[in-house]
Structure formats: structure tokens, C-alpha cells
């Protein structure tokens, strides 16, 4: 149990609707990242959130885009879905930037 | 690119067997090689990891080799169990955060 919860678990759009992906860390972890994973492939990075201000960012164009809140949850967000956005979506908290990350189960997000 | 290149991508072993799993780097700037593990439907799970300063590192049944001049590392897993059943990644990142993942090896220990 790592503290890391997303919501919603499944969910299922079509192309070129809009999706918003949510994530509760353990309290005070102050940074956030969102990693996608494709069916039988390794996480990739997409961006990171430090105290609410993006904090880097993977190669991922910018209808993905993010936000972090003062309580520390995120969001996120992703404009115009394409077929390839089919995906297992992993948030990963960690107290701090010199910390280690625990993911949480994700999200998987199906696109028609 | 694909920074860290991980084999072998599936592995069938039998139980009380050892399980090797291999990975190489590119980056000169990573110093953190985290090893997760993921069952179906959960997220990945840190199992073990090392820093370049050191060339092995146990914890139980796992360990990592780390080669720093040959860029690589690999995760042997001893006495091999059916609940170690599970797909395994290599990992690397500069720091903690930022992580490069290899592309998994899913891993079937058999009775």
C-alpha cells in the first residue's frame, strides 16, 4: 500500500475528446509525476510537479498538460485523444525531490 | 532513444531456480538503478535498488550486480517462488525523480 491513490480506475473515450486523470498522494508529498505505460512497454516519463510549478517535462506534446494543487493532489490532462493515448496512466508520489517515487495502480484509459 | 535496454524480455524458470535479469545503460548521469516490480493490474512496486558507488547490493533473495564500466546491472532472484511471478523493470534516473524505464522482463516461475 503505497498511499497513492487515482482515480478513476478505468475509462473509456474516443478520439479527439478530452480526459481528465486524478491523483491523491500521501499527505505532504510535495512532488508528483505522470508516467505512461503502453501495453507491454516500461513507464514513460511525462512531467513532473514540485510545489504546484512543473518541474520537467518528458517528450510528450502539450495537449498533455498538468496541474498540482496546494494540498499536493494532481491532475492530468489530456486534450484531443488519439488512439495511441490507449494506456495504463501512473501517477508517483515522493516526500521530496531527494526522496524515491511510489506509484500508485493507475489509470487505464482505452480509446475508441 | 531508448536509454536503458533491458533482456531478456520474458523468462520461464522453475521453482528454487535463479532468475537473471540484464540491463545496460547509456546516460553517464545517472546514479540511482532502481529495480520494480509489477503484478497485473497494480502499479509498479520498488523492490531494490543501488547506487554506482557500490557493485553489489542484496536484500533477502535479490540482488543487483552493478557494473559501472560497462554500463550495465542486472537483478538475479534466488530460490525462484511462483508468487515472484511477475513482470520486472530496470530502471535509471539522475536523483530520484525523472525515472528512464527499461521495457520489462515478465518473469513465470513454474512448480
Known amino acids: 500500500e503505497t498511499g497513492v491513490t487515482q482515480s478513476p480506475t478505468h475509462l473509456i473515450k474516443t478520439r479527439g475528446q478530452q480526459v481528465t486523470l486524478r491523483c491523491s498522494s500521501q499527505?505532504?508529498?510535495?512532488?508528483v509525476s505522470w508516467y505512461q505505460q503502453a501495453l507491454g512497454q516500461g513507464p514513460q516519463f511525462i512531467f513532473q510537479?514540485?510545489?504546484?510549478?512543473?518541474?520537467g517535462r518528458g517528450n510528450f506534446p502539450p495537449r498533455f498538460s498538468g496541474l498540482q494543487f496546494p494540498n499536493y493532489s494532481s491532475e492530468l490532462n489530456v486534450n484531443a485523444l488519439e488512439l495511441d493515448d490507449s494506456a495504463l496512466y501512473l501517477c508517483?508520489?515522493?516526500?521530496?525531490?531527494?526522496?524515491?517515487?511510489?506509484f500508485g495502480d493507475g489509470t487505464r484509459l482505452s480509446i475508441l | 532513444q531508448q536509454q536503458v535496454k533491458q533482456s531478456p524480455q520474458s523468462l520461464i524458470v522453475q521453482k528454487g531456480g535463479i532468475s537473471i535479469i540484464n540491463c545496460a545503460y547509456e546516460?553517464?548521469?545517472?546514479?540511482?538503478f532502481p529495480w520494480y516490480q509489477q503484478f497485473p493490474g497494480k502499479g509498479p512496486a520498488l523492490l531494490i535498488a543501488i547506487r554506482p558507488d557500490v557493485s553489489e547490493k542484496k536484500e533477502g533473495r535479490f540482488t543487483i550486480s552493478f557494473n559501472k564500466s560497462a554500463k550495465q546491472f542486472s537483478l538475479h532472484i534466488m530460490d525462484s517462488q511462483p508468487g515472484d511471478s511477475a513482470t520486472y523493470f530496470c530502471a535509471a534516473s539522475r536523483g530520484y525523480q525523472k525515472v528512464t524505464f527499461g521495457i520489462g522482463t515478465k518473469l513465470q516461475v513454474i512448480p
Open positions: 508517483a508520489s515522493s516526500l521530496d525531490q531527494d526522496q524515491p517515487q511510489h
Open positions: 510537479y514540485y510545489r504546484e510549478e512543473e518541474n
Open positions: 499527505s505532504g508529498h510535495n512532488t
Open positions: 546516460n553517464t548521469a545517472f546514479d540511482y
